[in-house]
């Protein structure tokens, strides 16, 4: 078992063998095949190389902040409450991840929500999170996998289903999808975006900097001076005698947060190299899937991938998400809840994705208002997340992007009234509609939503 969830969970295999059914679906010969499913496989690999530094130097800044500021509440983190939960939870978990994943292609097959997910760890923890959530409804060893991956399945198609209007008006074409578990939050960024632009929204990418700024039109050089300038505030507050004792060990607090701003920009183009690697080579070869096994379907990938249409956005989102997580543990204190303290991984992730989202419908507003807004978003839903969670709920951690909020509560919520039989109903009337759907509206109806005609907020 813990074989199985260590392929399903690996990105990098999971989309390599995609690929290279696809590429052996068109029937393209073994010198094309190998370099494809080889590029896409190691494209990840740069991808999850780059996510790694990213995460390994935002932890010490998230630890330096609560020494800062004093400040101490559940930090919401998806790797930590997994790992808590695959004690008790771990065969359900990759049963439902299996099932789950064969739902996703079912689902694709015979609806017109033709989205096959492939972001595999964020399909890991939605799967243990469910698998928690059925436990704690009542349901017994099959009915838990058998509802468990019904509902991930249902989520892996719709949560990409969400958001494709906005990335067909970023990206400009219909040719892939997002797989990433915070799409209500990146929805509602977009939204948001349309609602604050302006007559004449400017997009993030063309602030125009003075000539002796002109240096800073280089993203990977404006990300570094920007993170070396928060990096040196908050390890100024921290003191030297924290960093130096607890986090860098020894090494000079300013050298430390010096290197750790800079690993971050670092990491960040990195993924940016791996996504044009992957992108170049996922697309043709999804097409052989496409036509095989479901006809017109396209490839939800991680979030990443929508990092290079706006640079500038990224940090722009990551800042506002983050100022919007810390206003909201404020108003949290302020009403005696259990404080979210801002996770400043989820906030970068999901922030950078709301800030792109936002810049695309609305320009610099949009990025600052959108990823604010999300930073609440993903501050309030864990508050109401926890009690459904039973005795995980009580961790010092919890699931952090948007979607396991609004599916855990929307399932602790059916499960709390009446139990296993809600949840099973629901899942049976989901599907349905799903279904039906296909028959009713037509595609312009459906890829209209949310889009204008041509504006000047459109990433290019």
Do not use: W
């Not at 295999?13 to 052996?24: E, K, P, R, T």
């Not at 989205?115 to 436990?135: D, N, S």
């Not at 986090?247 to 300013?254: C, P, Q, V």
């Amino acid at each position: 078992m813990k074989t199985l969830i260590d392929i399903l969970s690996q990105p990098a295999i999971l989309v390599a063998l995609i690929a290279l059914i696809g590429l052996i679906a068109q029937r393209k010969n073994l010198s094309d095949t190998l370099k494809g499913t080889t590029k896409t496989f190691v494209g990840f690999l740069v991808i999850t190389a780059g996510a790694g530094i990213l995460s390994s130097s935002l932890t010490p800044f998230g630890e330096m902040f609560q020494e800062a500021f004093h400040v101490s509440g559940v930090v919401p983190n998806n790797e930590a409450i997994v790992a808590l939960a695959l004690e008790e939870y771990g065969s359900s978990t990759a049963l439902i991840m299996f099932f789950g994943m064969i739902v996703n292609i079912l689902i694709a097959r015979f609806t017109k929500f033709k989205y096959i997910f492939l972001t595999g760890h964020h399909t890991l923890y939605l799967a243990c999170m469910l698998a928690v959530i059925m436990a704690v409804a009542g349901f017994s060893t099959v009915p838990l996998i058998i509802a468990g991956s019904v509902a991930l399945g249902i989520i892996m198609t719709l949560s990409p289903a969400i958001l494709q209007p906005f990335m067909r008006k970023l990206t400009g074409h219909d040719n892939v999808a997002l797989g990433h578990f915070s799409a209500v939050g990146y929805a509602i960024s977009g939204l948001v975006g349309k609602a604050v632009k302006g007559k004449k929204s400017t997009s993030t990418e063309e602030i125009n900097f003075p000539k002796g700024l002109g240096f800073l039109r280089d993203s990977t050089v404006s990300i570094a001076l920007t993170m070396v300038v928060m990096y040196l505030i908050v390890a100024i507050f921290a003191g030297p005698t924290f960093i130096e004792s607890e986090l860098s060990g020894g090494t000079n607090f300013l050298v430390f947060s010096l290197i750790q701003a800079g690993s971050f920009a670092a990491g960040v183009f990195i993924i940016l190299s791996g996504v044009r690697l992957v992108l170049a080579e996922i697309v043709p070869a999804f097409k052989g899937i496409s036509t095989k096994l479901v006809p017109n379907a396209k490839p939800a990938l991680d979030v990443p991938i929508i990092y290079t249409y706006a640079p500038n956005a990224v940090l722009i989102g990551f800042f506002s998400s983050f100022l919007g997580g810390i206003v909201s543990m404020f108003l949290l204190a302020m009403t005696g809840s259990t404080i979210i303290l801002p996770g400043v991984v989820p906030h970068f992730f999901t922030g950078a994705a709301a800030g792109v989202f936002g810049n695309a419908t609305g320009g610099i507003r949009g990025a600052v208002a959108g990823s604010f807004v999300n930073g609440i978003i993903i501050s309030f839903l864990p508050v109401f997340l926890m009690p459904v969670l039973g005795d995980l709920g009580f961790a010092n951690a919890t699931f952090s992007d948007a979607d396991f909020g609004v599916a855990g509560i929307f399932f602790g919520a059916l499960a709390h009234y009446a139990g296993p039989i809600a949840i099973s109903v629901s899942l049976v009337v989901i599907l349905v509609l799903m279904y039906v759907a296909k028959f009713f509206g037509n595609k312009q109806a459906e890829t209209g939503l949310f889009e204008n005609k041509k504006t000047g907020t459109e990433s290019k």
